[in-house]
């Protein structure tokens, strides 16, 4: 019924950026909390960042506070993950995510819609 499509993901040096989107069809963008996982080989997926409905409120994990920023446009039904400084550690299949509750949460578990993920490899 919502469907979720990440784009944005590559393969880039240490210390450098990219930028993903997640866009939405087939619900009501606007009042669903946005989150992003991730997931690496051999281990569980993980919480990464998360956005409230007006964009107003955001939550980090605190592996990747000060160094990624969530943001969201309701118009265009996006929402993105800005990656800098990344690391080898940050490679993982990266997940778009909503929650139809429109709470902010790190709980894998609360989120109702899941993308296909996009492939993010960060060479040393």
């Known amino acids: 019924q919502v469907q979720l499509v990440e784009s944005g993901g590559g393969l880039v040096q240490a210390g450098g950026s990219l930028r993903l989107s997640c866009a939405a069809s087939g619900g009501t963008f606007s009042i669903y909390a946005m989150g992003w996982f991730r997931q690496a080989p051999g281990k569980e997926r993980e919480f990464v960042a998360a956005?409230?409905?007006?964009?107003?409120?955001?939550y980090y994990a605190d592996s990747v506070k000060g160094r990624f920023t969530i943001s969201r446009d309701n118009a265009k039904n996006t929402v993105y993950l800005q990656m800098n400084s990344l690391k080898p550690e940050d490679t993982a299949v990266y997940y778009c995510a909503a929650d139809s509750i429109s709470s902010v949460t790190g709980v894998l578990n609360e989120y109702d819609y899941w993308g296909q993920g996009t492939q993010v490899t960060v060479s040393s």
């Open positions: 956005i409230s409905w007006s964009g107003g409120s955001t």
